[in-house]
């Protein structure tokens, strides 16, 4: 196949507008642990999270999103990672409910601003850690669970959205969200670390996505997989070198930024980003 025909074969890929939620890393640290990513022990540099932060939304500026700021909150070091604040759709804003008491004044922090922003509120019955582990991709939520999320609360997210939720169980410690193990690109392609989930999982996303971006496992210990995309460029670990590769291969853009010492928490560019679907 000459240059020009494989060309030909790569889909034209096309940018949406995104409207997100994001909070500056005022108060970060990692004074706990609740991951394998977190060791109190290891130092931390909250100015230079902050500005490996200010990247990140500089870059979404850049791409043309409405960039939303939630305040941050002295005491909760992890509030930074904004998609655990809640999943949002239609308008409706289901709440979180954290696992870990170190968290759990996230949910009503960023349930306050749903309700000041204008959004309808669903308090949460059940645990969950909002868009960690509930990603949209097209008519589908995929689902996590086995680690923050019960799977209870896909029942409930369900009923408030309208959606259908696939169950996705995973099995690794170290992607204890979904949104660590597979990235959303488009509303049809996902890319994900199959070691993540265990068998029954995998079945359905190779049904769902038989042409699904498999990932390394290098890149995925750099939270690679924890990228946002708005259909054409991709926001993602800039270490994830193969990761980038791929995407170039299938027509994407993708846009490398430096999170590492956010990574320290255990998150990535995803974990800062909270899309907002009104």
Same mark, same amino acid.
Request: no cysteine; hydrophobic share 40%.
């Given at each position: 196949m000459t240059i020009t025909d494989t060309q030909s074969t790569t889909p034209a890929r096309q940018a949406t507008a995104k409207t997100v939620l994001m909070c500056r890393p005022d108060f970060f640290t990692v004074s706990y642990r609740i991951n394998p990513w977190m060791n109190p022990n290891d130092p931390t540099d909250t100015n230079l999270a902050v500005k490996q932060w200010q990247t990140l939304y500089d870059t979404y500026i850049e791409l043309g999103f409405d960039v939303l700021l939630i305040d941050p909150i002295d005491g909760l070091p992890d509030m930074v990672y904004a998609a655990n604040g809640g999943f949002v759709i239609d308008g409706k804003a289901y709440g979180a409910l954290f696992t870990y008491d170190e968290r759990k004044a996230e949910g009503p922090a960023y349930m306050d601003w749903f309700g000041a922003n204008g959004f309808d509120v669903a308090s949460p019955v059940n645990?969950?850690?909002?868009?960690? %582990?509930?990603?949209? =991709?097209?008519?589908?939520?995929? /689902?996590?669970?086995?680690? !923050?999320?019960?799977? &209870?609360?896909?029942?409930?997210?369900a009923e408030i959205?309208?959606?259908?939720?696939?169950?996705?169980?995973?099995?690794?410690?170290?992607?204890?969200?979904?949104?660590?193990?597979?990235?959303k690109l488009d509303e049809t392609n996902i890319a994900y670390l199959e070691s993540a989930f265990d068998e029954p999982s995998l079945e359905k996303l190779r049904a769902l996505y038989p042409d699904a971006i498999l990932a390394t496992e290098e890149d995925a210990a750099v939270l690679g997989l924890n990228s946002?995309? %708005?259909?054409?460029? =991709?926001?993602?670990?800039?270490? /994830?070198?193969?990761?980038? !590769?791929?995407?170039? &291969?299938?027509?994407?853009?993708p846009i490398g930024v430096d999170l590492s010492e956010l990574l320290l928490g255990g998150g990535g560019v995803k974990c800062c980003t909270l899309e907002l679907r009104r």
């Open positions: 645990v969950n850690e909002g868009e960690g %582990d509930f990603l949209l =991709v097209g008519d589908n939520i995929l /689902a996590g669970m086995g680690f !923050r999320t019960s799977v &209870e609360s896909h029942q409930e997210l959205s309208g959606r259908n939720v696939v169950s996705l169980n995973l099995i690794n410690p170290s992607f204890y969200h979904v949104d660590t193990a597979i990235a946002y995309s %708005d259909g054409y460029n =991709v926001v993602i670990a800039a270490r /994830a070198k193969d990761f980038e !590769r791929q995407l170039k &291969e299938r027509g994407y853009n």
